[in-house]
C-alpha cells in the first residue's frame, strides 16, 4: 500500500528503455470506436491513452468479440481487457484492478416496433426468446431479475457483437436483448427495463502482474486528476440507451388528463427568454429548448405553454399560486428550494457570471475590501446567488438593469453582476457610462422549479431536461445573444444621427461643387465619400445567422496577419466548413427549410468553437479561426464536433434538424505558408477530402 502511495504521488518513473508494448482487447462497442476515417475512439481507448500518459505502455490491438478476448485473456493472449464485470469465479483466472473504470446499467431491448412486448406489463416477455451475450455478467444478472420479477423467458447465449445481436432483434431472430445503456438506437430500439448494474473493471493476464502493478497507481491518479473522469467517459459515449426518451404509464396518463405543461417564465431576458412584442409568443434559448423537447419524447407529444412575467419572482408567485406548472429560470440551492417549497430541475442553462465595473476600477476591484452590487427588484436568482457565492458583498436594489449600471456610473454601487450572454445588451450602455466587464470566475445554472408534492410533472421534466443535448442549448444562447442586439432603422438613425448628418452635408457639398466647380469643395466631397463608404462597411454582418460575413472574414484575417507578421503570435488555425446537402434541402423541402439548415449549421458552429471567431463565407460554407485557448484545444474540439454532429443526426426526424456538415482543419505553418491565405487554401482542401470521405460514408449506408 505505501509503494502504491508513493507511485500515485509521484507517479511511475517512464524511460524510452522502460516502455512496453501491451496487447489489448479490440471489440466493436461504445468502448472502442473506428470511424469512417478509421480514427479510434471509445470509452476504453480513451481510459488507456490517459493510462498510457501516466504508464508510457504503447499498445497493440487485438481485435475480436468480447467473449473470445475474455478466453484469450485467461490463457495470456492478449495483457489486457476492458469492460469486465468482478466475479469470484473470474478473479481465481484473471487480475483485476482495485479501481473499477466504470459503472453500467443494463437494460433489456425490444424492436420498437413491435408491440407485443410493452414496459407497463413485464409479463408480456414470458415465452419471448431473449439475447445475452455469452459468458457475460448479464446472464446471471438477467435471471436473478426473471427469478425476482416471475418472468419465464428463453435466454439466448450468443458470442457475437452486440450490432450482430441487435441485427438478429430487428431481423425478428429475437424478441428481445439484454445490453448495456450504450447500444439504445431510438429510432430502432426500446428499452422495456432495467434489470441491474454492476462496476466493470480492467483485467489483467495472469501471466503479467508487472503490468497490475503499473496499472494501479496510474488508476488513482488518474483518480486523483479528475475524481469524476468516469462519468465524464460515462456520458461522452454510454449515456445513450433512450430511456428518458419514454414516458411511463403514470406521467402519460397524468398528461391526458393534465393538458399542456404551463412554463411560466421572465420577460425582458433574453438570451434566455422574452416575449416577442409583435407576436406575442416566447423567444430565447428556452423557446428552443422546449421546441426540441416536445418532439423527442418518442411516445408521447409533449405541449408546453409558456406564460410570460415581468420578473422571476413573480413567476415563483404565480407557481405557488397554482397558475402555472413550473417556471423558468430558477438558481436555487436544496436550502432554498426547501424554504419556498419547490423542487429544482437538473441544470438546463450554464451561464458565466460577470462583474460589470467602472473601467478605472477594473484591475483593482477585488482588492477592495467592501463591495456593494446594484440589483434589479424582482430577481430572487441574482440575490441568492450572491448569498450563495459573495455573501460579504453588500446588496442595494434598483428598478431595472439600466438604473442599476447608472448607479455604478455615479459611484452608488461598485458593480452589477450580469450573464456573459446578456452583456451584448449592455454593452453600449456600459460604453456611454464608462463600465467594462470583469469575470466572477464564477457560473450559474438555470433550471426548473416545480413545486413540492408534483411528483409526475418532476420525472416528466426530469426527462425533458435528459432529452436536450448541451449542444442545442449553447448555440441557441449564442444565437440570441447577439439577437437582442439588433436595431431598428430608428434605432439606428438616432445614434448615428451625426454621422448620417455629415454624410447628408457632405451630398449636399456635391451638388454646391458642380455648381461652383470649387476645388477646395470638391477635398470635402472627398471626405464625405469617405463617410459613405465607412457607413457601407458597417454591413459587415450576415442577415440569415447573425455571424460576419466574408467582408468581415477578409479584414478579420488581414488583421491576424498583421499580428503574425508583427512577431505577437504564430498560434493559429484555420477551419473551413461545408454544409453538405443544402441543395436537396432547398429543391425538395424549399428555401425556408434550407435556411433553417443554415442557421442549424451556424449554430453548432459557434457552439463548438465558442471561443473562436465564426464567419459566413458563402451559401453554404462558414470559417472559424481558431487563436488561443481553442487553438490549444483544437484536437478535441474536432472530436466534438465530429461526435456531437453524429448524436444530433441520429435524434433529430426532420432533415433540415439533421447535420451533415465537412470539416477541414490547417493550422499555420512559417516556412510551409507564405501567409495565412495558404492556411485558408489548406483548410479548404482538406475540407473537401473530408466531405468526400462523408459522401463515399452515405452512399455505402444506402
Not at 432 to 444: E, Q
Request: glycine residues 6%.
Amino acid at each position: 500500500m505505501c509503494v502504491l502511495l508513493v507511485m500515485v504521488f509521484f507517479g511511475p518513473s517512464i524511460t524510452h528503455a522502460d516502455q512496453k508494448t501491451v496487447r489489448v482487447g479490440w471489440y466493436e462497442s461504445p468502448f472502442n470506436i473506428i470511424d469512417e476515417s478509421g480514427r479510434r475512439s471509445g470509452y476504453a481507448y480513451e481510459y488507456q491513452r490517459k493510462i498510457a500518459a501516466y504508464t508510457g505502455w504503447e499498445y497493440e490491438y487485438v481485435d475480436g468479440t468480447w467473449s473470445e478476448l475474455l478466453e484469450m485473456l485467461t490463457k495470456g493472449e492478449i495483457d489486457l481487457l476492458s469492460d469486465v464485470s468482478y466475479t469470484k469465479e473470474r478473479s481465481e483466472k484473471i487480475l483485476f484492478s482495485s479501481v473499477p473504470m466504470g459503472q453500467e446499467t443494463y437494460f433489456i431491448y425490444k424492436d420498437a416496433k413491435n408491440n407485443d412486448i410493452r414496459a407497463d406489463n413485464l409479463s408480456t416477455l414470458n415465452g419471448k426468446r431473449i439475447g445475452v451475450t455469452k459468458n457475460s455478467i448479464q446472464t446471471g444478472i438477467f435471471r436473478q431479475w426473471a427469478d425476482q420479477h416471475g418472468i419465464t423467458a428463453e435466454l439466448v447465449e450468443m458470442d457475437i457483437s452486440d450490432n450482430d445481436s441487435i441485427l438478429m432483434l430487428l431481423n425478428g431472430e429475437l424478441d428481445a436483448f439484454v445490453s448495456l445503456d450504450s447500444y439504445g438506437d431510438v429510432n430502432l430500439l426500446t428499452p422495456v427495463t432495467t434489470i441491474g448494474s454492476s462496476e466493470f473493471y480492467f483485467a489483467v493476464s495472469p501471466t503479467r502482474q508487472d503490468l497490475l502493478y503499473e496499472l494501479e497507481p496510474a488508476l488513482l491518479a488518474i483518480q486523483a486528476e479528475d475524481h469524476y473522469y468516469s462519468e465524464h467517459l460515462y456520458d461522452k459515449y454510454l449515456d445513450r440507451s433512450g430511456a428518458e426518451r419514454y414516458l411511463n404509464p403514470a406521467e402519460i396518463s397524468w398528461l391526458a388528463d393534465h393538458g399542456p405543461i404551463r412554463v411560466g417564465y421572465q420577460d425582458n431576458y433574453l438570451a434566455f427568454c422574452a416575449c416577442d412584442p409583435k407576436t406575442g409568443e416566447l423567444t430565447g434559448a428556452l423557446s428552443d429548448y422546449l421546441n426540441y423537447a416536445s418532439k423527442n419524447i418518442n411516445n408521447a407529444e409533449l405541449v408546453f405553454e409558456p406564460v410570460a412575467y415581468p420578473t422571476a419572482d413573480a413567476a415563483m408567485t404565480a407557481l405557488k399560486n397554482g397558475e402555472i406548472d413550473c417556471m423558468f429560470p430558477a438558481n436555487l440551492t436544496d436550502y432554498d428550494s426547501e424554504n419556498m417549497h419547490v423542487v429544482i430541475s437538473q441544470s438546463m442553462m450554464n451561464t458565466e457570471m460577470l462583474a460589470v465595473v467602472r473601467s478605472a476600477d477594473q484591475h483593482s476591484f477585488f482588492q477592495q475590501e467592501t463591495v456593494t452590487v446594484a440589483v434589479n427588484e424582482g430577481n430572487p436568482n441574482y440575490d441568492l446567488f450572491l448569498k450563495e457565492h459573495f455573501p460579504d458583498w453588500n446588496t442595494v436594489h434598483f428598478v431595472d438593469t439600466p438604473a442599476c449600471l447608472k448607479a455604478v456610473s455615479e459611484g452608488k454601487a461598485d458593480c452589477v453582476i450580469v450573464s456573459n450572454y446578456r452583456y451584448n445588451n449592455i454593452a453600449d450602455i456600459c460604453d456611454d457610462l464608462k463600465l467594462t466587464a470583469v469575470s466572477t470566475g464564477v457560473d450559474m445554472d438555470y433550471s426548473f422549479a416545480i413545486k413540492e408534492g408534483n411528483t409526475i410533472l418532476y420525472s416528466i421534466m426530469a426527462k425533458v431536461t435528459g432529452v436536450v443535448p448541451d449542444s442545442i442549448t449553447h448555440s441557441a444562447l449564442n444565437f440570441y445573444a447577439t439577437e437582442d442586439t439588433k436595431v431598428t432603422f430608428g434605432e439606428f438613425v438616432r445614434d448615428n444621427l451625426g454621422i448620417i448628418m455629415s454624410v447628408v452635408s457632405a451630398v449636399l457639398l456635391l451638388f454646391l461643387i458642380l455648381s461652383i466647380r470649387n476645388v477646395r469643395l470638391v477635398r470635402k466631397t472627398l471626405k464625405g465619400k469617405e463617410q459613405i463608404k465607412d457607413l457601407n462597411l458597417r454591413a459587415n454582418y450576415d442577415a440569415l445567422t447573425s455571424v460576419r460575413n466574408k467582408g468581415a472574414f477578409t479584414e478579420y484575417i488581414e488583421n491576424v496577419q498583421t499580428r503574425v507578421n508583427n512577431g505577437e503570435t504564430d498560434s493559429v488555425a484555420i477551419c473551413i466548413f461545408d454544409c453538405n446537402d443544402l441543395k436537396k434541402i432547398n429543391d425538395v423541402y424549399g428555401h425556408e427549410k434550407g435556411d433553417e439548415y443554415i442557421k442549424n449549421a451556424c449554430h453548432f458552429i459557434c457552439t463548438t468553437f465558442r471561443r473562436s471567431a465564426v464567419f459566413r463565407i458563402g451559401g453554404d460554407e462558414f470559417a472559424a479561426v481558431l487563436m488561443n485557448e481553442d487553438f490549444l484545444n483544437r484536437d478535441n474540439l474536432t472530436d466534438t464536433f465530429s461526435n456531437e454532429q453524429i448524436a444530433i443526426s441520429e435524434a433529430a426526424v426532420d432533415p433540415w434538424n439533421k447535420l451533415h456538415i465537412a470539416m477541414g482543419l490547417a493550422i499555420y505553418t512559417p516556412g510551409k505558408d507564405s501567409s495565412l491565405n495558404d492556411t485558408i487554401s489548406r483548410a479548404d482542401d482538406l475540407m473537401y477530402e473530408n466531405k468526400k470521405i462523408l459522401k463515399e460514408a452515405t452512399e455505402a449506408k444506402q
